[in-house]
């Protein structure tokens, strides 16, 4: 695991809970926009077209995002359009369990995987999340927690075409290792600071994005 931990990100689009524009009925979870972010990239970065997050939302494709803003971003299946449907490949979907070595954890999309022992450490802290602080814990999008090589790889072509989140090359991600997670709101990350270090979660990398946590252990 030690290789693993010196890959660091700058991260995808974050999630967080305010309110700017009117959620439709349904939506799973509200984001807030931030600087650099395009509605594309928000769309990419959720496994969704960027007319189908668009027409979600009430506003045309070529939208002006502007940070501090929101918008409803809602789960695939809620749209019946996904990325992978436009995109050259399907890889921008959820994630499935490619491996033995992954476990799962529970999200608003279903189940996201991590390595093993990181989702074990991650399932007890956001237990322990719950029952004492009562703040569910979970992953910013449907790639926000383990991602193959080729969905790093299309995040980070969407990033240097411009329409895209920022995203490291494919190899240099500690999310193709399952062992970090962006945060949906800042609540959440609150939360880790406190009891992660007994779960062997936290900050160790990324200073400058406060949605990514790593499993250290």
Request: proline share 6%.
């Amino acid at each position: 695991m030690g290789a693993r931990k010196r890959f660091s990100i700058l991260a995808v689009a974050t999630l967080a809970v305010c309110g700017a524009l009117v959620a439709p009925a349904g939506a799973s979870v509200t984001h807030t926009i931030q600087p650099g972010e395009t509605l594309s990239g928000i769309a990419a970065a959720n496994g969704l077209t960027t007319d189908s997050l668009a027409s979600w939302n009430g506003v045309s494709s070529d939208y002006l995002v502007i940070a501090g803003n929101t918008l409803s971003v809602p789960t695939p299946e809620e749209t019946g359009v996904t990325a992978a449907t436009t995109s050259a490949t399907a890889t921008t979907s959820t994630a499935t369990a490619p491996a033995s070595w992954l476990g799962s954890i529970s999200t608003p999309w279903g189940d996201l995987y991590l390595d093993a022992g990181a989702a074990a450490a991650w399932n007890a802290m956001r237990t322990d999340a719950l029952n004492n602080y009562g703040v569910d814990l979970y992953p910013a999008g449907p790639l926000s927690a383990y991602r193959t090589s080729a969905q790093q790889g299309e995040m980070y072509e969407l990033f240097l075409s411009g329409v895209g989140s920022p995203a490291n090359p494919p190899g240099y991600s500690s999310h193709e290792y399952g062992i970090s997670v962006d945060l949906a709101t800042p609540e959440m990350r609150d939360i880790v600071d406190q009891i992660g270090w007994a779960y062997g979660w936290g900050k160790v990398e990324a200073p400058d994005e406060w949605w990514h946590v790593s499993w250290t252990d």
